[in-house]
């Protein structure tokens, strides 16, 4: 789950970049809204994108490490805007608040 969450702030930050699937294409920008407009964490078992998935087992201390470096390179006045390979093209306010919720989402993992 640390890998998973280091390679999607990774996406977050621009630094990996992955094509927009048909399906964000069509849906991507109406899930965004809805996302952003409440404070309701992310539902369990949301999908993921599939180059975020991650199958083999890592060294758990470095990875933290690694995250939390990523997570301190979020910068909301200068950040980039991106392309999510879902919702499509997100302002550094969507970005912000998708990257809140994801981590969230998986801190809430360790706790039930």
Not at 5 to 13: G, H, K, P, R, V
Not at 37 to 56: A, D, F, H, W
């Amino acid at each position: 789950m640390v890998r998973h969450c280091s390679l999607s702030e990774e996406m977050m930050l621009g630094k990996t970049k992955y094509k927009q699937n048909w399906m964000g294409v069509l849906f991507g920008k109406m899930a965004l809204k809805g996302i952003m407009r409440n404070e309701k964490p992310m539902m369990r078992n949301s999908p993921t994108v599939p180059g975020l998935k991650v199958k083999e087992t890592g060294h758990f201390e470095a990875e933290k490490a690694r995250w939390i470096s990523l997570m301190e390179e979020h910068d909301p006045v200068s950040g980039p805007e991106i392309l999510h390979p879902f919702f499509g093209k997100m302002t550094r306010e969507q970005i912000g608040c998708l990257v809140y919720k994801h981590m969230d989402h998986h801190l809430r993992q360790f706790n039930g």
